[in-house]
């Protein structure tokens, strides 16, 4: 009827099998130099395409969407950075 497969009661070990035991300073070094690598490649760095960040990127292209333009009347543009 259910998809869970039944426990095994008849294990004593009260430990699962698949646990690593790992030190936590190498774990947060290498987990926040994996994070800080990743900020920095997808939202610090320009594209070399445009030279442009991704939060300026995301600007323009609202101020375009929005019809916010050179050739036209001035418009206050808080919907595009709030």
């Known amino acids: 009827m259910s998809d869970v497969p039944p426990i095994d009661t008849d294990n004593d070990t009260d430990e699962p099998d698949d646990i690593t035991v790992i030190e936590i300073q190498e774990e ?3 987990s926040f ?3 800080a690598m990743s900020v920095i490649i997808s939202r610090a ?7 442009l ?3 300026h990127r995301r600007i323009l292209w609202g101020m375009f969407d929005q019809g916010f333009r050179p050739d036209r009347n001035f418009v206050k543009c808080a919907r595009v950075s709030g």
Request: negative net charge.
């Open 53 to 55: 960040k991704p939060v």
């Open 45 to 51: 760095l320009p594209d070399v395409r445009d030279g």
């Open 33 to 35: 130099l994996d994070y």
């Open 28 to 30: 947060m070094e290498s």
